[in-house]
């Protein structure tokens, strides 16, 4: 079983300004789940690094509760 992947991923929030979109999601290649975290909030106009950032800690935890089994563990039957 291959590694799951973050997909999909993209901004909640006005168009006309990405920095004032207010979240961050993306999609789990192997179970279609969606991850979402608010933007965070930094002493810096940029915000976006570290929001992305967030969202990837958000997604290897989702990856470790959800499908670590999956990937450590031989399929039944095989
Ligand atoms: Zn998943």
Redesign the pocket.
Known sequence: MKR?ELTDVGWLGPKYEMDSASHHFGK?S????IICVEKVVTDTQNTQPATTEMLNKAFRT??EL??SEDLSQPLPGS
């Open positions: 799951p789990c192997e179970c279609h789940e989702h990856v959800k499908h």
